[in-house]
Each structure stands twice: as C-alpha cells, then as structure tokens.
C-alpha cells in the first residue's frame, strides 16, 4: 500500500550538519501528521519531532533550536535538518507517518530507518 524510505544518513563530526529525508510512496488519498523517531544502542526509541498535516511542529527537548522538521506536500515527503549534530544524536532515525488510505482510513506507517552517526 504505502512505502516511506528515508535518506540521507551518515557519518559526520560534533558540531557539522545533516538533513534526512523521507519520502512516501504507494496509493494513498493523503497524509497526516509525518514523525521523526530515533533509537539509539542499547536505549528506548524516542520521539524527535512531529510535523502535523496543518504543519505545526514539535520537537524533543534535546534537539530543540537545533533540528527543523519540515515537509513537502507536494512530494509527500518530510524533511529533518540537522544542526550542531553532538555523539549523542547518534542513531538509528526512523520515519513515521500517519496515511490516510482510500477506503480503508487512517493507517500508521513506518520507514526502514537510517543510520547517522556523530564521531570525530
């Protein structure tokens, strides 16, 4: 049905940028609220930001001022820049979306992840 593939991961130093994107695919009417979640090594998956389908955003408190959630509605995609990137933003980042199927309603979806680390 749906598809989300996310990019855009690697390796970077303490303080240097990067910008994941996930990108939806498949038939679907639309799609709501699109989330960034990460797990680290040996910790619980959390939440990094959410971006509403009004795009309204929020953010954990640990990325707060330095990553942006944004989307394309357009391209069905979601955008995550990532600033100031510290070791302890290494993880594997995960896409969430909630897709709005026709016919079926509102299903909650989820990318294969991507791997970003932050290392000198």
């Known amino acids: 049905q749906v598809q989300l593939v996310e990019s855009g991961g690697g390796l970077v130093q303490p303080g240097g940028s990067l910008r994941l994107s996930c990108a939806a695919s498949?038939?679907?009417?639309?799609?709501?609220?699109m989330r960034w979640f990460r797990q680290a090594t040996g910790k619980q998956r959390e939440l990094v930001a959410v971006?509403?389908?009004?795009?309204?955003?929020n953010y954990a408190d640990s990325v707060m001022g330095r990553f942006t959630i944004s989307r394309d509605y357009a391209k069905n995609t979601v955008l995550l820049q990532m600033n100031s990137l510290k070791p302890e933003d290494t993880a594997v980042y995960y896409c969430?979306?909630?897709?709005?199927?026709?016919?079926?309603?509102?299903?909650?979806?989820w990318g294969q992840g991507t791997q970003v680390t932050v290392s000198s």
């Open positions: 498949g038939s679907f009417f639309s799609i709501g609220a």
């Open positions: 969430n979306a909630d897709v709005i199927v026709r016919g079926l309603g509102l299903r909650d979806y």
């Open positions: 971006i509403t389908s009004g795009a309204s955003t």
